[in-house]
T-cell receptor, first 114, second 114 residues
Framework: GNSVTQMEGPVTLSEEAFLTINCTYTATGYPSLFWYVQYPGEGLQLLLK?????DKGSNKGFEATYRKETTSFHLEKGSVQVSDSAVYFC?????????????FGRGTSLIVHP | SQTIHQWPATLVQPVGSPLSLECTVE??????LYWYRQAAGRGLQLLFY??????ISSEVPQNLSASRPQDRQFILSSKKLLLSDSGFYLC?????????????FGPGTRLTVT
């Protein structure tokens, strides 16, 4: 079956530091890959996505590149802000065989200090 | 544009009482609909999903049930709540098609069973 593995958190950084949150996946087919963000007390929001190998998804200064050879989709940001403090989820969606069930990682909490 | 609504936002219910949570989607037709539960620890647990009116798939056997009486309405129910049903309930939708689409989440319902 499919799976998504994220680095354990919390990740604690100072403002303007560089961020990397690792994500690796296993899939039986050729999935789309996503990063979602969840702010305290809210639902998840789509942050970025990539649908094929070597695609780079980007949004709000965050980036992630679909690496098929290493089955990875690491999230990066060059300079984090306090407002980036949230939980980040890596996910894949394959849709093979008529399946409409995405697979989520367990989430990585990011805490940014001023 | 599409929007997704959930209500109520918060709910405190005694053990053994019934439950009804509602989710509606606007601005799209024939969406795939999902119910998730998020307990402490942040992970998402898929409870039910639906690809059409009256079509419900259960991922976790338990005392919850779901119904889809209209195309853009998804209801989560229970006849008798358990303490273990406490959590943050999220509804989500995705577009029909390949199954590789992103999901859009509602704001969530915080349920506390006392």
């Amino acid at each position: 079956g499919n799976s998504v593995t994220q680095m354990e958190g919390p990740v604690t950084l100072s403002e303007e530091a560089f961020l990397t949150i690792n994500c690796t996946y296993t899939a039986t087919g050729y999935p789309s890959l996503f990063w979602y963000v969840q702010y305290p007390g809210e639902g998840l929001q789509l942050l970025l996505k990539a649908t094929k190998a070597d695609d780079k998804g980007s949004n709000k200064g965050f980036e992630a590149t679909y690496r098929k050879e290493t089955t990875s989709f690491h999230l990066e940001k060059g300079s984090v802000q306090v407002s980036d403090s949230a939980v980040y989820f890596c996910a894949l969606s394959e849709g093979s065989g008529g399946s409409y069930i995405p697979t989520f990682g367990r989430g990585t909490s990011l805490i940014v200090h001023p | 544009s599409q929007t997704i609504h959930q209500w109520p936002a918060t709910l405190v219910q005694p053990v053994g009482s019934p439950l009804s949570l509602e989710c509606t989607v606007e601005g799209t037709s024939n969406p795939n609909l999902y119910w998730y539960r998020q307990a402490a620890g942040r992970g998402l647990q898929l409870l039910f999903y639906s690809v059409g009116i009256g079509q419900i798939s259960s991922e976790v056997p338990q005392n919850l049930s779901a119904s889809r009486p209209q195309d853009r309405q998804f209801i989560l129910s229970s006849k008798k709540l358990l303490l273990s049903d406490s959590g943050f309930y999220l509804c989500a939708w995705s577009g029909q098609g390949t199954g590789r689409n992103e999901q859009y989440f509602g704001p969530g319902t915080r349920l506390t069973v006392t």
